[in-house]
């Protein structure tokens, strides 16, 4: 459930509009962004220029202007270049802005316009000279935008965003495409594309259900039961491979979830009442009315302690398809789902506790709030460092198994007591930072030939350190092998299934409680209950999307997967009973997914007030 990373790509190509060195067909395509008041932009030119002559033909490097924000004296330095006549003089003033002075000043502006043969140029354009060149900055700053460029200078390498150092070796290392870089690369490329984490579980949850049905399903499933554990003396320790992916490395998934409630909860969407009031209640109906209709078909039996399972929504699935649809879907909408699936969350995790656990033993379940304990000494005590949670999470893991709870409920309650910090003094850090490189520039040959000193190196580790939260810290690296690791894993592991008339047969009752509380229960209840909220008062409905797509969004979250086959799991013992009850999640939720696309795909009518203003 990790959030999609901005945009990594160039908006547009480069054109005949852009300013170039180099050749048209040179394989490497160098895009900067950058500003004549920037005095990194400064600091990387020397860079760039010991790159372009390493690499002569084979680099096309291009100018485009994002003037920092706040300096008039930036955008009227980039307005003036754009008066050259030619190329030759576009680069020459560019050099000369870039290098005249230690910081941009009006003298460096009259010295160039001197040379150019124009006068300085205004704070406002007042010709129709300046206004074209005013255009030509602006258009350059809109490509800016739509590239996700924050800060100057921002790089694009054959239109991909360089995000490494900018020393020449890293550049150059990153332009000739070494294994590790193209490695990099791609990994990146495919998880900043939002629909990735869904395909991933798709595509595991085919190959698992392919190689069930194949003549290597015996051996795929005789895999999974393998036991693996520790052992000392005569005590040990042994699960199920299986096992490990489901109680073991689940707790990492329930970890980064724990950690997401804890961040909409804080900063997030869910951090006022007013925004949260209506995921909250869509949430809670789309729980209670699929559990429900479930009860309703199977009120008794060895099957009725499954209401459970209908009840979860699977938000990488949910949201990869309204991220396919693009603009079809308002932004405002995918939060509302993602928040609502925060809260289902919440919901899934307390009725596995309560309802899904086994005979509960008391002295272990002491033991873990002792170790609970620990945690709280360690987060009043401001512990930043991971090392010490960790230690007490593995600590708690064990006595939560042990004590007959799910051992992955270890994971949730580690998230609450992972710190989180005061957002860090930038400003400061930054002035540390730069007096500890300045000083170490100093030593000149021997910081080349060594490296930074080692009490330097400290005090940088700690300046980066102290500027993300453990808590977030965590989250970034754990959520991308949440997602494309231990998810991917968990379907192999859990989603494959033999397809025969045998389980078939005799499960219509279950297979119908399932179905019917993710199809129809799962959007019934989050509508119902949004439109309740509303009437009543206690929530308000974003006007950028209407209750039609609304009801969509309700049909996506009847797409079950993730946890509706983990709570299975837990539900139905009998081997064919399981296999029933994944069938029937299969099916469900590519039902709620044809129907929530369906209803999605026609764009909503934008009011006729909005048509006015856009003309």
């Not at 033999?498 to 279950?510: A, F, K, N, S, V």
């Not at 399981?578 to 099916?587: D, E, G, L, N, T």
Request: hydrophobic share 50%.
């Amino acid at each position: 459930m990790s959030q999609p990373l901005p945009s990594n790509r160039l908006d547009r190509p480069v054109g005949a509009q852009d300013h170039t060195l180099g050749l048209a067909n040179a394989p490497i395509t160098l895009v900067e962004y950058g500003s004549y008041a920037c005095p990194y932009c400064r600091a990387a030119n020397a860079r760039i220029a010991e790159v372009r002559n390493e690499l002569g033909d084979r680099l096309r490097y291009t100018f485009r202007h994002r003037p920092v924000n706040g300096s008039s004296l930036a955008r009227r330095a980039a307005e003036l270049v754009e008066r050259a006549p030619d190329a030759d003089s576009f680069w020459a003033a560019h050099i000369k802005l870039m290098s005249r002075s230690e910081t941009l000043t009006e003298d460096d502006l009259r010295a160039v316009a001197d040379d150019l043969g124009v006068d300085v140029p205004p704070d406002t354009p007042n010709s129709e000279p300046w206004r074209q060149a005013s255009q030509r900055v602006s258009a350059d700053e809109s490509s800016a935008r739509a590239s996700g460029v924050m800060v100057t200078p921002t790089f694009f390498m054959n239109g991909r965003r360089y995000d490494g150092p900018w020393d020449e070796s890293s550049f150059l290392d990153a332009m000739l495409g070494s294994l590790g870089h193209r490695f990099r690369a791609a990994a990146l490329d495919f998880a900043s594309w939002g629909p990735s984490a869904g395909l991933l579980l798709l595509l595991s949850t085919i190959i698992a259900i392919a190689v069930t049905n194949s003549a290597w399903g015996n051996a795929f499933e005789q895999f999974w039961e393998q036991y693996l554990g520790i052992s000392l003396g005569t005590a040990s320790f042994k699960m199920s491979v299986r096992h490990w992916v489901n109680d073991g490395l689940l707790t990492i998934f329930f970890l980064v979830v724990g950690l997401e409630i804890k961040r909409e909860f804080t900063v997030g969407h869910l951090a006022n009442r007013r925004s949260a009031a209506l995921p909250i209640a869509a949430a809670i109906g789309g729980m209670a009315v699929p559990a429900l209709l479930y009860a309703l078909v199977i009120p008794t039996g060895p099957w009725a302690h499954g209401w459970g399972v209908p009840m979860a929504t699977d938000t990488a699935f949910a949201v990869a398809l309204i991220v396919m649809m693009g603009s079809r879907v308002p932004v405002e909408l995918r939060i509302f789902l993602t928040a609502a699936a925060i809260v289902d969350d919440i919901g899934a995790i307390a009725v596995v506790a309560i309802f899904y656990s086994g005979a509960l033993q008391w002295a272990y379940l002491a033991a873990g709030l002792f170790v609970i304990a620990g945690l709280v000494a360690l987060n009043r005590a401001h512990v930043y460092r991971a090392a010490p949670y960790v230690l007490l999470g593995l600590a708690l893991w064990a006595c939560v198994y042990a004590g007959g709870l799910h051992a992955t409920l270890a994971g949730v309650i580690l998230a609450l007591f992972i710190p989180t910090r005061p957002p860090a003094n930038l400003a400061a850090l930054t002035a540390q930072l730069n007096s500890i490189v300045a000083a170490e520039a100093e030593h000149g040959d021997e910081v080349l030939r060594h490296g930074p000193s080692l009490p330097a190196l400290r005090a940088i580790d700690a300046i980066f350190d102290r500027m993300e939260s453990p808590a977030d810290r965590l989250l970034r690296h754990m959520g991308a092998r949440s997602s494309y690791i231990i998810l991917p894993l968990f379907a192999l592991a859990n989603a494959g299934v033999e397809i025969t008339g045998d389980i078939m047969g005799g499960h219509e009752q279950l297979l119908l409680a399932i179905i019917a509380g993710l199809v129809i229960g799962k959007p019934l209840g989050l509508v119902a209950a949004s439109a309740f909220a509303v009437w009543i008062g206690w929530a308000t409905k974003s006007e950028s999307y209407n209750w039609r797509q609304l009801t969509g969004a309700g049909a996506l979250a009847g797409i079950g997967f993730t946890m509706s086959l983990f709570i299975a799991g837990q539900s139905f013992h009998a081997p064919d009973d399981f296999a029933a009850a994944k069938i029937a999640v299969f099916a469900a939720s590519v039902l709620s997914a044809i129907i929530g696309v369906a209803i999605l795909w026609k764009p909503a009518a934008v009011p006729e007030a909005e048509q006015v203003e856009g003309t």
